[in-house]
């Protein structure tokens, strides 16, 4: 049994794709019972065995503080709290809780972010390429840049690139998720392009990791345990 916190868009659908992943809702929790996380008791969460939050990212780290502390383990979508990432580390390891983070738990996107990586990697060493970093999410997205573009740079960062990275961010409509990745030199340009169509792969993934997750203990990505 699973408690969603945060009970928008994505809370709602993934109440609606849980059944076929043998997941019941135990527990919702939003703003309107859980302000002041005074939704998050022993009591509540009696008989929970994973928590998936997709809130907002100046509830997210108490959240996740305040249910482990009960012993859940937990599922995190929610982005824009990296700078206490270490903070959150902490509070796994001191608790010996499982959770699982992602900035974005679509399968394409976690492909996505192996194919940038291994691009950064062959151009590491072609100073004559400059790149950049784009992202457009609809109109509602708290955060900008997304996590999943800071993921990407950090990932090409980590695969040996050096050279400037422009990044740069769009809010517009309803436009699930747009990534855009380019390298270009006098020569040529490189394109590399992920586009959501739904939010549908993001709670997919995330129903996956919070299967995946039960009676574990310990902090994981989940490009770990996706593959």
């Given at each position: 049994?699973?408690?969603?916190?945060?009970?928008?868009?994505?809370?709602?659908?993934?109440?609606?794709?849980?059944?076929?992943?043998?997941?019941?809702?135990?527990?919702?929790?939003?703003?309107?019972?859980?302000?002041?996380?005074?939704?998050?008791?022993?009591?509540?969460?009696?008989?929970?065995?994973?928590?998936?939050?997709?809130?907002?990212?100046?509830?997210?780290?108490?959240?996740?503080?305040?249910?482990?502390?009960?012993?859940?383990?937990?599922?995190?979508?929610?982005?824009?709290?990296?700078?206490?990432?270490?903070?959150?580390?902490?509070?796994?390891?001191?608790?010996?809780?499982?959770?699982?983070?992602?900035?974005?738990?679509?399968?394409?996107?976690?492909?996505?972010?192996?194919?940038?990586?291994?691009?950064?990697?062959?151009?590491?060493?072609?100073?004559?390429?400059?790149?950049?970093?784009?992202?457009?999410?609809?109109?509602?997205?708290?955060?900008?840049?997304?996590?999943?573009?800071?993921?990407?740079?950090?990932?090409?960062?980590?695969a040996g690139y050096r050279?400037?990275?422009?990044?740069?961010?769009?809010?517009?409509?309803?436009?699930?998720?747009?990534?855009?990745?380019?390298?270009?030199?006098?020569?040529d340009t490189l394109t590399?392009?992920?586009?959501?169509?739904?939010?549908?792969?993001?709670?997919?993934?995330?129903?996956?990791?919070?299967?995946?997750?039960?009676?574990?203990?310990?902090?994981?990505?989940?490009?770990?345990?996706?593959?």
């Open positions: 049994m699973i408690a969603l916190i945060g009970y928008g868009k994505m809370g709602k659908l993934l109440e609606q794709l849980a059944p076929e992943y043998g997941v019941s809702i135990g527990l919702k929790l939003d703003e309107f019972n859980n302000a002041r996380f005074e939704g998050i008791t022993a009591e509540n969460f009696r008989g929970i065995e994973v928590a998936v939050d997709f809130s907002i990212p100046e509830a997210a780290v108490e959240n996740i503080e305040r249910i482990a502390a009960l012993g859940v383990n937990i599922v995190v979508g929610t982005t824009g709290w990296l700078q206490h990432l270490d903070r959150v580390k902490g509070v796994v390891a001191r608790h010996q809780i499982g959770l699982v983070w992602s900035p974005n738990y679509s399968i394409g996107v976690n492909v996505f972010l192996r194919v940038v990586a291994a691009a950064a990697k062959l151009l590491a060493g072609q100073p004559e390429y400059g790149a950049w970093a784009y992202e457009i999410h609809h109109s509602t997205k708290k955060d900008a840049p997304s996590g999943t573009l800071l993921k990407l740079v950090e990932e090409m960062r980590k050279a400037g990275i422009d990044m740069s961010s769009n809010r517009a409509g309803k436009i699930p998720g747009t990534h855009e990745i380019g390298f270009s030199s006098a020569a590399l392009r992920h586009t959501a169509h739904s939010r549908e792969g993001f709670a997919r993934g995330a129903l996956t990791a919070a299967q995946w997750i039960k009676g574990k203990k310990g902090f994981y990505e989940f490009g770990e345990i996706a593959f």
